[in-house]
């Protein structure tokens, strides 16, 4: 290409615009009762008082009914492993070294799956319907957060069959 | 058939509600919208089963959250499964995609919400991520300062500070004309009473078909026509004096036609809403028009809420017998850049 045909300006494709804002997140009157649990490391959910579902983590509103969460439920640790998959790729803000398992738990008693790391075993040994149990971080350390369960552990007992969590998946 | 942007179907917003400021500063997003929905529906004896369409207008920007007009949903009883939109926008524009969806003539009534729970540290700045991301927001010009740009070219167009200062007596926020402008200059030329104070917010309306709608409503709040038209993205190439697409609007919905007793106007700074008015008297507006007797939507402002607030307020009116011929109009972007007027009527 000779001088003359050379483009003066070369297209621009890509440009920085870094946007950086900050937000101060309000819990609501639900999830405040959900933290203040964890803070106290319990698993506080609430039953809907027309179809009686119990959320957790509970909502301000039932999204079948529309109408406000009923009765507070304390809910145990233990629960099921409905669906979960294994995380491979690092990113950052990783709380855990991959491959590690994310995995919807089902908690005995509720009827919506929360959503949870599991950990304490080999990645290829999680299965759907394995029970579970939470691992809580020591009293001293208990936030008002869902990080105050460091992840859900195998308790060995036999798995849950599938047909039983089904309509949970 | 009309020239103006008119109903094809007779249409009327029969319900309408709005939460304090208070009630929604204690609540998350669920909440707020269980909150209200059940008060615009149940409340005022609409039953769910009759709402064949549902809409609401938010801006995830205002809590930071990805998508939370979707788990916001929840409070409006959304697993039947519903038939649902969203518009990342004043609610006003959700009530216009509504109005649309009635006059396919197939369904009752449809519900329109809107809720704005504000956790930005600075609303100012996070509005201005609105503008064009080339050549305007790495500017780092805020909200108040695109808002001071159009005072500015107001007064150069023969505009006065005295007429800022009387639309902040009218909004409550200053106690006279000679104390807004003993005021220091926050923006100049705007000064504190010149902004908006932001606080959180949620309304939810109901608007229905004929008879169906007599039948909820005792007074309808019937939409004549309602139309919207934006300006140039772009300040530059806009004349910030005028608001020409206000007054488009203005005329395509057929604001002129009669004469009218209320005007709710939609600005989120004081000097656009003597623009407004200016607007809406060019496309014709006659008569007594009570201009924001509710006070406007400034002094307790919630955004991507007030523009909806406003035309709701105008239908209020006709339901407690007060006017029988209202308009309300909502503006979204800056600068007054896109508007929206709602003719709304009393039918006998």
């Known amino acids: ?169 | 058939m009309s020239t103006y942007n008119t109903s094809r179907e007779e249409i009327a917003i029969v319900s309408f509600v709005e939460l304090t400021p208070a009630e929604a500063s204690q609540l998350d997003e669920i909440e707020t919208i269980q909150t209200i929905v059940s008060r615009a529906t149940d409340g005022a004896g609409i039953a769910r089963d009759r709402i064949g369409f549902t809409v609401s207008g938010s801006c995830d920007m205002l809590v930071g959250r990805p998508f939370s007009w979707i788990m916001a949903m929840d409070g409006a009883g959304v697993s039947k499964p519903i038939e649902e939109s969203h518009v990342e926008m004043d609610g006003a524009w959700a009530l216009y995609e509504a109005w649309v969806r009635l006059q396919h003539g197939d369904i009752d009534a449809a519900l329109i919400y809107s809720f704005g729970a504000n956790a930005a540290e600075d609303l100012m700045q996070v509005l201005a991520l609105q503008l064009d991301p080339y050549y305007l927001a790495p500017t780092g010009i805020n909200a108040a300062e695109v808002a001071a740009l159009q005072a500015s070219a107001m007064l150069a167009g023969g505009a006065t500070e005295r007429q800022f200062a009387e639309v902040a007596v009218r909004a409550g926020l200053a106690v006279s004309v000679e104390a807004a402008l003993a005021e220091p200059y926050t923006n100049r030329p705007l000064r504190a009473s010149d902004l908006p104070r932001f606080s959180d917010g949620a309304v939810a309306m109901v608007i229905a078909r004929g008879d169906y709608a007599r039948s909820v409503c005792a007074r309808p709040a019937w939409i004549q026509s309602m139309a919207h038209i934006a300006d140039s993205h772009s300040l530059g190439v806009r004349d910030l004096s005028k608001a020409p697409s206000l007054e488009k609007a203005a005329r395509l919905a057929g604001v002129g036609e009669k004469p009218t007793d209320l005007v709710e106007v939609h600005a989120p700074f004081g000097p656009q809403e003597v623009l407004a008015i200016e607007a809406l008297r060019a496309a014709g507006l006659h008569g007594t028009a009570a201009l924001n007797p509710s006070g406007g939507t400034r002094a307790a402002q919630s955004v991507m809420v007030a523009g909806l607030a406003a035309i709701g307020r105008a239908a209020s009116a006709i339901h407690r017998g007060e006017a029988s011929r209202t308009v309300g109009h909502a503006s979204s972007g800056p600068a007054l850049q896109h508007n929206l007027i709602a003719v709304l009527e009393e039918r006998s």
């Not at chain 1, 529309?66 to 803000?93: A, S």
């Not at chain 1, 971080?137 to 992840?151: F, G, N, P």
């Open chain 1, 1 to 169: 290409m000779s001088e003359a045909t050379k483009p003066v300006v070369k297209d621009v494709t890509t440009m920085a615009a870094p946007v950086s804002l900050k937000f101060r997140a309000r819990a609501g009157k639900d999830l405040s009762r959900f933290l203040r649990g964890m803070k106290e490391r319990r698993i506080v959910g609430r039953v809907c008082p027309s179809c009686n579902y119990v959320y957790v983590p509970p909502r301000g509103a039932c999204p079948t009914c529309g109408c406000p969460m009923g009765d507070e439920r304390v809910l145990p640790e233990t629960g099921t492993i409905t669906t979960f998959c294994i995380v491979n790729i690092p990113f950052e803000g990783q709380k855990l070294k991959p491959p590690y398992v994310c995995a919807s738990v089902l908690l005995d008693g509720a009827d919506v799956a929360l959503f949870h790391l599991v950990g304490g075993c080999d990645v290829n040994d999680v299965r759907m319907g394995m029970r579970v149990r939470a691992e809580w971080v020591d009293e001293a350390d208990a936030e008002l957060s869902l990080e105050t369960i460091r992840y859900f552990v195998p308790t060995g007992e036999p798995d849950r069959p599938l047909a039983q969590i089904r309509e949970h998946i």
